[in-house]
């Protein structure tokens, strides 16, 4: 019986209050986000470009102007200025142990983020080393380390990918996710699946798990009206089971949610070992 829990977080708006960009690169460059972003919106209404795509060649142009060059080491080192919602840095191992203590061997977490924001960035990251995998935007590096161009896009549709990939056991981007897999052969069945998410474009993520009987949670910013609306938007169709703000302190809304789910699927798990050990004792008489 498959017994891991897979939680799978979006990160910027949803672990953090502000794009992992504003922390880092932009302030660099001396560029104010909410140029930049409306700067990326209008190139993406003017030519219909892929607006991930767009944000990550304007950064690179950006850059170029200021001749700042863009590294990964660069991008590492900036990720320890990334600030996040409160209880975020004890969150994930006070989640494990409050699982392993709950529910024993039937449920074994995986924490997993799929991001559109740089991967580069994320695993220099304080809370890196908790996921058991990082999926998120790359650039390519020249033979100087240098950025040069975009060679992962992660945008809101290409997230589901990710997520059939960690329902597989493929990780590994090389390998193939498209030839068929018996549901029984798969280590993450949808329904042992939390995505956990700030918006609109974790929508298509929220549709593929819940579809396949896992669960979603919507977070948003203490105090963000509009936010808090979007939120509501997504419960009232369906997209998600709960709506919370994004507090990840021991006893929070948000992490008594966590943990009723966990806990719900810990259950489920126990009943299907039941039900399929009572079927294989009373098959043979």
Known sequence: MKSTIALIYDFDGTLTPGSMQEYTILPEIGVKPNSFWK??????????AESV????????????????????ARFRSQAGKIRYFKGVPAFFKAINRYSAKTNGRLSALKHYIISGGLKEILVGTSIAKNFNNIFACEYYYDEYGKAVFPKVVVNSTMKT???????????????SINEHM???????????????????TDVPSMA?????????????????????????ELLKAGRVDFIAEA???????????????????SAEI????????????????
Do not use: W
């Not at 944000?55 to 990964?72: F, G, Q």
């Open 182 to 200: 018996d549901e029984n052969k798969r280590p993450v069945p949808f329904k042992n699946m939390l995505y956990i998410g700030d918006g609109m």
């Open 53 to 72: 795509m767009t944000y990550m060649r304007l950064t690179l142009k950006k850059a170029a102007e200021k001749d700042i060059p863009v590294t990964a």
């Open 247 to 265: 507090d990840y302190r021991e006893g929070s809304q948000l992490v008594k949610y966590i943990k009723l789910i966990i806990d719900t699927m």
């Open 270 to 285: 126990k009943y299907s070992e039941e039900l399929a050990a009572h079927k294989a004792k009373n098959s043979s008489r």
């Open 208 to 232: 593929v798990i819940k579809k396949n009987g896992g669960r979603a949670i919507a977070v948003y910013k203490p105090k963000d009206t509009r936010g808090y609306r979007t939120c509501k």
């Open 161 to 175: 990918q990710y997520i059939f990939r960690i329902n597989k056991g493929k990780e590994d981007p090389s390998e």
């Open 39 to 48: 700067e990326v919106n209008d190139e993406v209404k003017k030519t219909g």
